[in-house]
């Protein structure tokens, strides 16, 4: 197995934001609405917002009242998560001083609050940023975010006259891309994650540090020995990429296989993807090995006819 790298520079990656939105009914549904048939509806808008058009508002004869949404999961994001900032846009019907509203995620099953900001008569944008998950006070993970419902909070007060209204929310995830490993055609750049007995499987890991590294392949994932053929000590390509590949073999069990990329000589992991290897049936294989004799008797055929 040869396979082709060069040692580059690295320019490692930079922090990147990813914005999700409100994609269903959360755990509380305390605002009333307008616009729509459902609370999440009336605030989930991409671009800019809808004001009255859709929005939900303060609930009469509450003091205070809260919506928490589902939230669309992450499609792009990876790596290490660095903050999670809920953006939400309010205004009041009226001259009340003390309508407010708040920015609420709900994770781990626990409410958390961000800080309360006056209402005004026209439109404004709010946010509050969390940096840690306040329930585990360490970095987000990626399934947290999967989890996570957010929402706002409006605050009346004791009057009944006015009301504070919600046009538009969302939350943006901030990242810093972490390394990936995924599997390809032999292009290096077709994502495929499905392969047959006798096919090669390229593996192509991104956003690492510059050096080498180790790609190990295993079978029956994510727990079995490694198995031979995997690639040691591979270098960068010019292109930042780290290419590897495995050929299967006729006899390699079917099933769930997986690859992962190790700092070079040690068993310090950086990533790790898994693929599926489906058998190619003795008749399938017995009718390849039958093609060249079948073609040469064709040939042959053909020449005594001339």
């Known amino acids: 197995m040869i396979l082709w790298s060069f040692l580059a520079p690295k320019i490692l990656a930079s922090p990147d934001t ?19 048939d459902a609370n ?16 939900v508002y303060s609930h009469s004869g509450l003091s205070s009242s809260m919506d928490t949404y589902a939230t669309e999961d992450r499609t792009t994001g990876t790596g290490t998560i660095n903050s999670v900032t809920v953006h939400y846009v309010i205004s009041k019907t009226g001259d009340t001083p003390t309508l407010a509203g708040a920015a609420l995620i709900r994770t781990h099953s626990t409410v958390y609050w961000g800080t ?17 998950n306040p329930f585990t006070s ?32 969302w939350v943006v995830v901030d990242y810093t891309p972490g390394p990936e490993v995924g599997t ?6 077709t ?28 079978s029956g994932w994510p727990d079995t020995p490694l198995l031979e053929g995997s690639e040691l000590d591979v270098a960068e390509s010019p292109s930042g990429e780290w290419r590897s590949s495995y050929a299967l073999q006729g006899d ?42 079948c073609f040469a008797i064709f040939l042959a055929k053909i020449k005594r006819q001339g």
């Open 18 to 36: 990813e914005t999700l939105r409100p994609s269903g009914t959360g755990s509380f549904t305390q605002l009333d609405r307008v616009g729509d």
């Open 40 to 55: 999440w509806k009336c605030v989930d808008e991409a671009g800019a917002h809808d004001g009255l058009t859709t929005y």
């Open 116 to 132: 309360f900001y006056d209402a005004t008569l026209s439109w404004v944008e709010h946010t509050h940023t969390w940096t840690d």
């Open 138 to 169: 360490s970095a987000w993970t990626w399934q947290e975010v999967d989890d996570l419902e957010i929402g706002v909070e409006l605050d009346i007060g004791t009057q009944e006259d006015d009301d504070v209204r919600c046009t538009q929310v």
């Open 184 to 189: 390809y055609d032999s292009d290096y750049s």
């Open 191 to 218: 994502p495929k994650d499905t392969y047959s007995t006798g096919e090669t499987v390229y593996a192509k890991a991104i956003s690492l540090a510059s050096g080498n590294y180790d790609f190990k392949y295993y």
């Open 252 to 293: 390699d069990p079917a099933g769930t296989w997986g690859v992962r990329v190790y700092d070079a000589g040690t068993s310090t992991e950086r990533c790790s993807c898994s693929f599926t290897v489906q058998a190619v049936s003795e008749f399938a294989h017995g009718a390849m090995a039958l093609l060249p004799a």
